[in-house]
Structure formats: structure tokens, C-alpha cells
Nanobody
Framework: VQMVESGGGLVQTGGSLKLSCTAS????????MGWFRQSPGTEREWVSA????????FYADSVKGRFTISRDNAKNTVYLQMNSLKPDDTAVYYC?????WGQGTQVTVSS
């Protein structure tokens, strides 16, 4: 297994969750990392990305100002801090590096 996400769960509207994705050295080192999400009946959508150095971060308009992506290269881990969560954020969240994907972690936001 090259990438493993964790940190999903059930939270009320306005709450917070922090997702983690730990990858193998080969998958993580030197790569930009991304987070995507997919809810039932919809296509997988890009959420956020961070460059290898961590100096560049990028967000979909739907999460800008609420989500923060970061990485710890010493731990081969990328994070997604999600604040002010809304029911529309409910989805399976996946981390991505090149052609590699994690298995996903479910985030459910109740109204």
C-alpha cells in the first residue's frame, strides 16, 4: 500500500476535521501532493494541492478560506485541515500523487 488516508468521520455543520495521508518514500518524495473528493453520483473533484517544498498551496474555490493543506516531508505525510465544514463537503476524500491514489476516507457533515 503506497498511500493511506485517515482522519475522516462524522461532524456537525461548522465543525472541523484534519485528514492525514501517509505515503511511501517513493510516492511522496519529490512529488506535489493533492486532495480530491467524491460524493455519490458525482465525479471526483480536485480540492487542494501542495508543491513538494510546501511553498505553493492551491485550493478549489469551494474550499478556499476554510481548508488548509500542508505537508511534513520528514514524515512522508500530507494533511488537510478542514474548518467551517458544510453538508456539501460530505464525500470520500482521497490523496493523490501522480498516478497513485489512497483508498479514501469518508467525511460526513450533518446539518
Amino acid at each position: 500500500v503506497q498511500m493511506v488516508e485517515s482522519g475522516g468521520g462524522l461532524v456537525q455543520t461548522g465543525g472541523s476535521l484534519k485528514l492525514s495521508c501517509t505515503a511511501s518514500e517513493r510516492t511522496f518524495s519529490g512529488h506535489n501532493m493533492g486532495w480530491f473528493r467524491q460524493s455519490p453520483g458525482t465525479e471526483r473533484e480536485w480540492v487542494s494541492a501542495v508543491t513538494w517544498t510546501g511553498g505553493g498551496t492551491f485550493y478549489a474555490d469551494s474550499v478556499k478560506g476554510r481548508f488548509t493543506i500542508s505537508r511534513d516531508n520528514a514524515k512522508n505525510t500530507v494533511y488537510l485541515q478542514m474548518n467551517s465544514l458544510k453538508p456539501d463537503d460530505t464525500a470520500v476524500y482521497y490523496c493523490q500523487s501522480g498516478d497513485s491514489w489512497g483508498q479514501g476516507t469518508q467525511v460526513t457533515v450533518s446539518s
